[in-house]
């Protein structure tokens, strides 16, 4: 078949009674007399492929789809600071954030503290990767900004190739922190090491139970390592901690040793062998163990 041009196609459209099939200028005008605020960088191809659109008053430049424009859409950085300022007015609480929360990461992302304000910094966990960090909740919802961590790995909780000794691992998070320490510390056989998806181990929690994945695994001795880092350890939060405890416990259950190795992020090479008691510690006591070798 022919590749008619656009005029040929909108002749042909027009002489079957059709619609005339819209062109990038048509598309210019419509937002122009819509929303004279607005340049369009792009060219338009159809309503359903995003192309570049200017804000003019704000500057934000932002790929956007033709037919979301039609339908009343407009600069998203604008609709997110007049969303703040409407949130600083009539506060929202807690369980109407939990709620925005939820839609706009779509459950991935939790808040672990108790609202307080549009922009007062509160504890978040990104459930993927199990970190937390402080965020205020005009970003995570209205600037949609997500998981710190993961976004300085590129987008998500990278996997990677980690050579010890001539054997190649794969690994996550700080797993190569917790091998050195085994091989360097502990004088494990690097070939005793597993790593990579481990068997999963059922644990309960909350009412419910998850899957557990540990990070590494010494077959000849059935023990497993978890490697933690003093925010995923959860000492800033009972919520976490308990979690961790809840599988280092069905871990035990299963016939497993279970060890956890925090990892000290800031500073040197620092890592702490938790004593096996600390599955049934407090908050308050592990916060103390571990603050104590910092
Ligand atoms: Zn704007
Ligand atoms: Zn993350």
Same mark, same amino acid.
């Given at each position: ?17 059709? =619609? ?35 804000? $003019? ?5 932002? +790929? ?10 407009? #600069?998203?950085? #604008? ?12 506060? *929202?609480? $807690? ?35 199990? !970190?937390?960090?402080? &965020? &205020? ?5 209205? !600037? =949609?900004?997500?998981?710190?961590? #993961? ?24 797993? $190569?922190?917790? *091998? ?16 990579? =998806? +481990? ?35 959860? /000492?800033?939060?009972?919520? *976490? /901690? ?5 599988? &280092?416990? &069905? ?22 062998? /938790? ?20």
């Amino acid at each position: 078949m022919k590749n008619l041009t656009l005029e040929e196609l909108n002749n042909s459209y027009q002489q079957r009674g059709m =619609k005339r099939r819209k062109t990038h200028n048509d598309y210019v005008e419509e937002v122009a007399s819509k929303a004279p605020d607005m340049t369009v960088l792009g060219t338009y191809e159809t309503n359903k492929k995003s192309i570049l659109h200017k804000h $003019d008053t704000c500057g934000h430049i932002w +790929l956007l789809r033709p037919d979301k424009f039609i339908n009343g859409k407009r #600069c998203p950085k #604008c609709a997110a600071e007049r969303n703040i300022l409407r949130c600083k007015e009539g506060n *929202i609480g $807690d369980g109407e954030y939990k709620e925005r929360l939820l839609k706009t990461h779509s459950g991935s992302i939790i808040s672990l503290e108790s609202y307080v304000t549009i922009s007062t910094h509160i504890l978040h966990k990104h459930l993927e990767c199990e !970190r937390t960090w402080y &965020a &205020a909740p005009a970003n995570t919802i209205f !600037r =949609k900004s997500g998981c710190p961590h #993961c976004d300085r790995e590129g987008g998500r909780y990278k996997k990677r190739s980690y050579n010890k000794n001539g054997k190649e691992f794969i690994i996550q998070g700080y797993e $190569d922190r917790g *091998i050195n320490y085994l091989v360097d510390i502990l004088k494990t056989p690097v070939e005793q090491i597993q790593t990579g =998806k +481990l068997k999963a181990i059922k644990y309960f929690y909350n009412n419910k139970f998850y899957n557990y994945y540990s990070d590494i695994l010494i077959k000849s001795t059935k023990t497993l390592y978890e490697i933690k880092s003093t925010y995923t350890l959860g /000492l800033k939060s009972d919520d *976490i /901690l308990r979690r961790n405890q809840a599988k &280092a416990i &069905a871990s035990r259950e299963a016939g497993y040793i279970h060890k956890l190795l925090v990892v000290f992020v800031s500073g040197d090479d620092g890592v702490l062998l /938790l004593p096996d008691n600390w599955v049934t510690m407090s908050l308050e006591d592990v916060v103390n163990l571990v603050g104590d070798k910092k």
